[in-house]
């Protein structure tokens, strides 16, 4: 939650239960949407990632794990899970990507992916500086 936007952050369970249904049910107009990360042994929820087309087009990686599962792997896991889709099955040219500027672990996750620094698109949003980095597929 430390890194999040405050309209972001579910106090309650129905709050986030609402959310949920208005996601699931707006990404079924979607080819893509931020998926549950489940771990297989014990079908333990560790968090979210995957790519979502944005309202200016453009389509971000994102992820969200629970702080009990990081540093083990699973956002670099996944995120190369959605990378691999997007730049095959759904023929993308270009993936960004937004980290807080504290957020030096997500940053880590972009770079062991392949994605770059864009210095110049970094912004100020919701209370955050939010660093933006893209990937592009292989000479493009």
Known sequence: MKYLPD????????EAAM????YLEMSKDWA??????VRK????????CGLREQPDGETDLGFRFHHEYWGRGYAT???????DYGFGEAGLERI????????????????????NR?????HHEDGFFWKRFEIRTVGK
């Open 7 to 14: 309209d972001e952050v579910y106090t309650r369970e129905d």
């Open 19 to 22: 959310f949920l249904g208005k």
């Open 32 to 37: 893509y949407a931020r998926w549950a990360v």
């Open 41 to 48: 042994e014990d079908n333990a929820l560790l968090g979210w």
């Open 77 to 83: 896991e996944s995120g190369r899970a959605w990378v």
């Open 96 to 115: 960004v990507a937004n980290a807080a500027d504290e957020n030096i672990g997500s940053q880590r996750v972009l770079v062991k992916l392949g994605f």
């Open 118 to 122: 864009l210095q110049e698109e970094d």
